[in-house]
C-alpha cells in the first residue's frame, strides 16, 4: 500500500490516483510519497524526506534512564509530572546563535529543558502552550517548537522523529487537540 500526501495543482485532468475539490476552489491531489513508513509509525509520514537512519530505529524513549538521576526525578515531582514520556540530550540553539547540549523532557504535562552541565532547569514549558512545530523537508536533524506566548526553541537531534511523534502523541492526550506540524525550508 502506498502512502499519500496533499499537494495543491492547478486544474487540468491528468491522470492522478485520487484527487480532492478544496474550499478554494482548486484541487488538491494525493500523491504517492515513496515512503515505506504507514500511517500509524509517525504523524509526518511522507511529507519531507527521510534520513536512511531513522527509517528502522529501536525507540526506547529515555535514553537518559532518568530514575537514576535524583536531580531529575526531584525536578519532576515537585512540578507534578508523573510520567516521562522521551528523555535525551539535543542541541538547543541560545540566543547568541550558538549550539549547547541540553537535556529534553517530554513528560504527561510539560517540555524541560535542563542544563546537564549545572543541572539546572532552563526553561519549563506547559504542553498546551505549544502551538505547532516547524521542520524543513530536508533530511537533516533540526525542528523548532513554536510557543505564542512565549520565545520559540530551535534545537537539533538524531531523534528527530521520535520527540515529534512523542510530542504530538503527549499534546494530543493532554489537551484534546492536535499538534501543527509545518513544513517548510524557510
Known amino acids: 500500500m502506498k502512502n499519500y500526501r496533499r499537494v ?8 492522478v490516483d485520487k484527487n480532492y475539490d478544496n474550499e478554494d476552489g482548486g484541487r488538491m491531489r ?3 510519497s ?3 513508513a504507514n500511517e500509524n509509525q509517525e504523524p509526518f509520514s511522507g511529507i519531507n524526506v527521510r534520513r536512511k537512519a531513522s527509517f528502522h ?5 529515555d535514553y537518559l534512564d532518568i530514575p ?5 526525578m526531584k525536578v519532576l515531582q515537585k512540578r507534578g509530572d508523573s510520567h516521562v514520556f522521551f528523555a535525551d540530550k539535543v542541541m538547543k540553539f541560545t540566543g547568541s546563535g550558538k549550539m549547547k547540549r541540553h537535556i529534553l523532557l517530554i513528560t504527561n504535562i510539560a517540555i524541560y529543558i535542563v542544563d546537564p552541565e549545572t543541572d539546572a532547569l ?3 514549558i506547559v504542553l498546551a502552550a505549544v502551538e505547532k512545530i516547524s521542520l524543513s523537508e530536508l533530511s537533516d536533524n533540526f525542528f523548532a517548537i513554536i510557543i505564542p506566548t512565549e520565545y ?3 534545537m537539533a537531534s538524531k531523534r528527530k522523529t521520535e520527540i515529534v511523534t512523542v510530542l504530538f502523541e503527549a499534546i494530543k492526550n493532554a489537551s484534546n487537540y492536535e499538534l501543527e506540524l509545518v513544513f517548510s525550508n524557510r
Request: aromatic share 4%.
Open 122 to 124: 532552563k526553561r519549563r
Open 68 to 72: 537514576s538521576h535524583p536531580y531529575l
Open 30 to 32: 494525493l500523491k504517492p
Open 8 to 15: 495543491q495543482v492547478d486544474g487540468g485532468g491528468s491522470t
Open 34 to 36: 515513496g515512503n515505506n
Open 57 to 61: 530505529r529501536d525507540i526506547k524513549r
Open 152 to 154: 520559540d526553541i530551535l
